[in-house]
T-cell receptor, first 113, second 116 residues
Framework: KAGVTQTPRYLIKTRGQQVTLSCSPI?????VSWYQQTPGQGLQFLFE???????NKGNFPGRFSGRQFSNSRSEMNVSTLELGDSALYLC????????????FGSGTRLTVV | AQTVTQSQPEMSVQEAETVTLSCTYD???????LFWYKQPPSRQMILVIR??????QNATENRFSVNFQKAAKSFSLKISDSQLGDAAMYFC?????????????FGGGTRLMVKP
């Protein structure tokens, strides 16, 4: 069965631009979470979507936003990019219900120049 | 808020030997899950092992086992018979059960090197 697919794998953007990253979860997984990974701050939770609704949000500025579609695919958007937004962005999908388990994608490496 | 601490930025082990990675966490909750994830150069986070806090028995998955000390808030990972493919970043993570959502709190990671 297909894993979690994140596109694109790599992205280079200029400061001030905006960017949209995509995450397609495993079939049947309705929860999608996003994480930012940087050498300085480590792995930080951005937000989680479940059934097209944002269920949790981390401590990030409003420039970071996301959405989820009816097929559970999710996108995250970062507006007015800053150099500090350069990071690996990982998404994870999981099943609903009491079984706790996450499957991660391979991430999108965003470089802001 | 919960915090997760991995005090060993780097560890090294000889192939076929055993290594233990440390993790401590801070929480006031009684129900939670703990995880160890492996991140190889391919960047994908791979679940190594999971522990439910209500279970006293330590989780085991083949060569990987944990030492879960709930009172001490400690969750170490033991890798037996280390293999070259075990070389990666290892992250300890916490997931509260008091929240309906899915949110993992990660430690800073430990880079494991395996010497042939």
């Amino acid at each position: 069965k297909a894993g979690v697919t994140q596109t694109p794998r790599y992205l280079i953007k200029t400061r001030g631009q905006q960017v949209t990253l995509s995450c397609s979860p495993i079939s049947g997984h309705r929860s999608v979470s996003w994480y930012q990974q940087t050498p300085g701050q480590g792995l930080q939770f951005l937000f989680e979507y479940f059934s097209e609704t944002q269920r949790n949000k981390g401590n990030f500025p409003g420039r970071f936003s996301g959405r989820q579609f009816s097929n559970s695919r999710s996108e995250m958007n970062v507006s007015t990019l800053e150099l500090g937004d350069s990071a690996l962005y990982l998404c994870a999908s999981s099943l609903p219900g009491p079984i706790i388990g996450y499957t991660f994608g391979s991430g999108t490496r965003l470089t802001v120049v | 808020a919960q915090t997760v601490t991995q005090s060993q930025p780097e560890m090294s082990v000889q192939e076929a030997e055993t290594v233990t990675l440390s993790c401590t966490y801070d929480t006031s909750e009684s129900d939670y899950y703990l995880f160890w994830y492996k991140q190889p150069p391919s960047r994908q986070m791979i679940l190594v092992i999971r522990q439910e806090a209500y279970k006293q028995q330590n989780a085991t998955e083949n060569r990987f086992s944990v030492n879960f000390q709930k009172a001490a808030k400690s969750f170490s990972l033991k890798i037996s018979d280390s293999q070259l493919g075990d070389a990666a970043m290892y992250f300890c993570a916490y997931r509260s059960l008091n929240n309906a959502g899915n949110m993992l709190t990660f430690g800073g990671g430990t880079r494991l090197m395996v010497k042939p």
